[in-house]
Each structure stands twice: as structure tokens, then as C-alpha cells.
């Protein structure tokens, strides 16, 4: 199994400004994975991100606004920038759910835009 | 049409109640995920399966790959059980797909 540790757990910010979420994995992991859940909605992939290596987006994603990074093989941040109402939502990291592996996630992080 | 359907989207039932969430899926899949999302927004997981039955607790699961078919079933349910219940699967070499969730809420 594996705990991981996502924060801030919410945050009310400004239109405009930039807000960086952390997630810390008790454990090594090859990839984890950024998550959108806007209000009401499944969750849809934003990115993976690799120990070593450029994040890959998914379609409607890009690096400009949603920068990642992965310094390592336990940690990553997801940084949502220039940020307008439409970018409230949760935001999830995650490990596993690989070749057929579990899934773990973060608490989530619940961003308000005003 | 979604690659991943749940019924109901909403279901309030009395405690004690016998509880059933359904999930059909269109494409062939490795693995189907049952995962329960609490309202702060941490999610849980509570079942993988690729055949057959799990259980923990008063959670099982059960998962029908001719049908492309999986429910979750919680006995005895209480209070606490109220949460978002997403379905998730996972094709061979892709990404995980989820459902549109299922609010589940247990009055005492």
C-alpha cells in the first residue's frame, strides 16, 4: 500500500494568482498522476509525471498553466497558474492503478477562484 | 455514450439497509477499480478486481467480465457509509476511466 500526504488539504486564492500543491508518497514510485474533479464531474487526468522526465499532458492540458514537477521518487507539486474561476475544482494526485495494481490517493485539494 | 456508467447517481436509504451501486463498462478491461470519495475529497480504495468476488467487511464486490458488469454491495449499512462511490476501470496499457460517481447517503 501506499500513504500519501497532498497539502494544502483547500485554499481560497485570487484570480490571477498561482497556487502549488504538494504530494508526498511514503514510498518510491515510477509515476503518479495529477487529477481535476470539477464540482459535480468524474475525475479527469491532467498529467503523469515521471522521476527524470517531462511530465506527459493529456488533451486540453497544458504545461503553461498546469507545471509539474517531480524531483524525486517520492514527492511532486502541480502548480495551477494564472487561475480564473473555472479552476475551482478538487485537485488529486495519485500512485498505482497501473498493471493492475491498486490506487491510491491524496486527500485532495479543494480550490475555491474568487 | 460514457466508457464507464453508474446507477443510481443518487441513493438515500435508511440504516440497515442492503445497498447496491452498479457499474457497466464498454470497453475490455484489466482491472476495475471501486473507490469511495468522502466529502472533504480524499478517496479511498476499497476494491480491485479483475474476476469474480471480494470482500471486506461489510463491502463486497462482485465483477461479471462476460456482462462487463461490476457491483458493489454494503450490508448492514450505517451513517458513516455516506460518501461517493466512483467506479474506475482500466483497459490493457491505459489510463484509468472513472464513473460519474454514485452519492450514497445513509440516514440514522
Known amino acids: 500500500s501506499a500513504v500519501i500526504s497532498q497539502k494544502p488539504s483547500r485554499d481560497i486564492c485570487q484570480r490571477g494568482t498561482s497556487l502549488t500543491i504538494q504530494c508526498q508518497v511514503d514510498?518510491?514510485?515510477?509515476?503518479m498522476f495529477w487529477y481535476r474533479q470539477q464540482p459535480g464531474q468524474s475525475l479527469t487526468l491532467i498529467a503523469t509525471a515521471n522521476q527524470g522526465s517531462e511530465a506527459t499532458y493529456e488533451s486540453g492540458f497544458v504545461i503553461d498553466k498546469f507545471p509539474i514537477s517531480r524531483p524525486n521518487l517520492t514527492f511532486s507539486t502541480l502548480t495551477v497558474s494564472n487561475m480564473s474561476p473555472e479552476d475551482s475544482s478538487i485537485y488529486l494526485c495519485s500512485v498505482g492503478g497501473v498493471m493492475n495494481t491498486e490506487a491510491f490517493f491524496g486527500q485532495g485539494t479543494r480550490l475555491t477562484v474568487v | 455514450k460514457n466508457e464507464v456508467e453508474q446507477s443510481p447517481q443518487n441513493l438515500t436509504a435508511q440504516e440497515g439497509e442492503f445497498i447496491t451501486i452498479n457499474c457497466s463498462y464498454s470497453v475490455g478491461i484489466s482491472a476495475l477499480h471501486w473507490l469511495q470519495q468522502h466529502p472533504g475529497g480524499g478517496i479511498v480504495s476499497l476494491f480491485m478486481?479483475?474476476?469474480g468476488k471480494k470482500k471486506h467487511g461489510r463491502l463486497i464486490a462482485t465483477i461479471n467480465i462476460q456482462e462487463k458488469h461490476s457491483s458493489l454491495h454494503i450490508t448492514a449499512s450505517h451513517p458513516r457509509d455516506s460518501a461517493v462511490y466512483i467506479c474506475a476501470v482500466r483497459a490493457p496499457a491505459q489510463k484509468l476511466v472513472f464513473g460519474q460517481g454514485t452519492r450514497l447517503t445513509i440516514n440514522p
Open positions: 514510498s518510491q514510485v515510477t509515476m
Open positions: 478486481l479483475s474476476s
